[in-house]
């Protein structure tokens, strides 16, 4: 059996979390670590409150690295002594710098929540239901320095129905993680 991918997962929001699960469950892949946004203040007494992705990946007991930035040297060496071969964003939240982008050998993947090239950017599940598409999905793509610019590997369809925005987070959270799941080996291959 090869040896199992050496992956960094970056991801902050719940929607991460199922490509994270699958990812971790896999014997294909070897989360090195979770990155994702520092803790932040929230509720009334502003109390200091880990991302979803953190809560997930301590659950899952993958080492977590919270940089302000990817664009301080230190974060960088940090992604850089992990060795990855591939690095999966789903929801970060910082584009990431060329510096990032050229590290890992077989580039850096996104799962974005919406069909490419349509509603590239943020909110892709609001335009999608505020436009009244149809069908909706996710794309799996290659990214490079533009936003959601790179090229596509894979992609899934949906109906969105009578789904409103929360039904259809979660429904195109699982697809991402399924289409992580099946396509990501014959990406690398």
Known sequence: ?????????????????????????????????????????????????????????????????????????????????????????????????????DLPAHGC??????????YRGAAPIQWAIHDGETETGVTLMKMDAGLDTGPIIASKRTVIGNSNAQQLHDLLANLGAELLRNSLPGYVS
Not at 21 to 50: C, I, M, N, W, Y
């Open 1 to 101: 059996m090869p040896e199992p991918l050496r992956v960094v997962f970056m991801g902050t929001a719940e929607i991460a979390c199922p490509g994270l699960e699958t990812l971790h469950r896999s014997s294909k892949f070897d989360v090195l670590a979770a990155v994702t946004q520092p803790d932040r203040a929230r509720g009334r007494k502003l109390e200091l409150q880990p991302s979803a992705v953190k809560q997930t990946a301590l659950k899952l007991g993958i080492p977590v690295l919270q940089p302000k930035t990817l664009r301080d040297q230190e974060a960088l060496d940090n992604l850089a002594d992990l060795e990855p071969e591939l690095i999966v964003v789903i929801a970060f939240g910082q584009i990431l710098p060329p510096s990032v982008l």
């Open 109 to 118: 993947v996104n799962v974005h929540t919406s069909l490419l090239p349509k």
